[in-house]
């Protein structure tokens, strides 16, 4: 597990996701193909700035082309989770979780990184780690973090003691902001380090065998729902994981407002 909260009237563990099997080229030809599908669009853009074309430069997550790549690869496999989902939130890009997963990355660990290092104002983030010997595309990246789903039931968990926490992760239906970065590491056995961080963090223990509420898309935000994904976010965090039970028992006086400031100050949004 990455990292374990401790709530004062509720102790709830985020479980992290694992260091996750690598995916390695297996020849130049396989490469090649792959770059010349994935980065047509990111090559067109280089080209017309005059810029020779770099296999690892066109990853880099400062270029907004990259930015919005990730962010929409993520948008695309949320919109097609099975059961569909009533509150999936659409995701949007963060330049401080990015700041931290470039950080993080460029140690080249291969490994987690710490609280501190996944920590944004007003939310600890989330994380999910991939390793290539070889420039790899995001949305294939994404979609490897992704594919886990076929060891998912949603209400059920996992159905084998493979690792679902990438997948759960990539669909949590409140971590709407999120930062990617990559290293390329020489001296590691994997020479490329990509780390996304999520905020909010998913992958909460007890809820992890539904990481979002099931039912018709946007049925949970009628009045803020674009191409089946919620836009009313909330830029909170609860520090309780009972504060709808709390809320209900007690008014939002200055302690609640301070423990719960999502569920007392996002009324109709999601969170």
Known sequence: NKTIINWSLETTTVCGTQLCPTACCISPTNIQSIHFTVYSVKRLEMSRRGEKPNTFKAL???????????????????????????????????????????????????????????????????????????????????????????????????????????????????????????????????HYFYVCQYCPAGNIMHLINTPYKAGPS?????????????????????????CDKLKQMNDCGPFLNYMCPASCFCVNKII
């Open 60 to 190: 880099c997550t400062s270029d907004t082309v990259i930015q919005r790549i990730i962010v929409n690869t993520h948008n695309k496999l949320r919109r097609q989770v099975e059961p569909s989902a009533s509150n999936m939130l659409k995701m949007v890009w963060n330049k401080n979780a990015a700041k931290n997963a470039q950080k993080w990355a460029e140690t080249c660990s291969m490994e987690h990184s710490t609280d501190q290092n996944s920590t944004i104002p007003r939310f600890l983030c989330g994380e999910n780690l991939y390793m290539s010997s070889c420039p790899t595309p995001w949305p294939r990246v994404v979609q490897a973090w992704y594919n886990e789903v076929k060891d998912f039931k949603y209400g059920v968990g996992k159905l084998s003691d493979r690792i679902i926490t990438h997948y759960t992760q990539v669909a949590w239906y409140n971590s709407y902001q999120i930062g990617c970065a990559i290293a390329h590491c020489p001296n590691k056995e994997l």
């Open 218 to 242: 946007c049925s949970d935000c009628p009045n803020a729902c674009e191409n089946k994904l919620c836009t009313n976010t909330c830029s909170y965090m609860d520090r309780f994981s009972n």
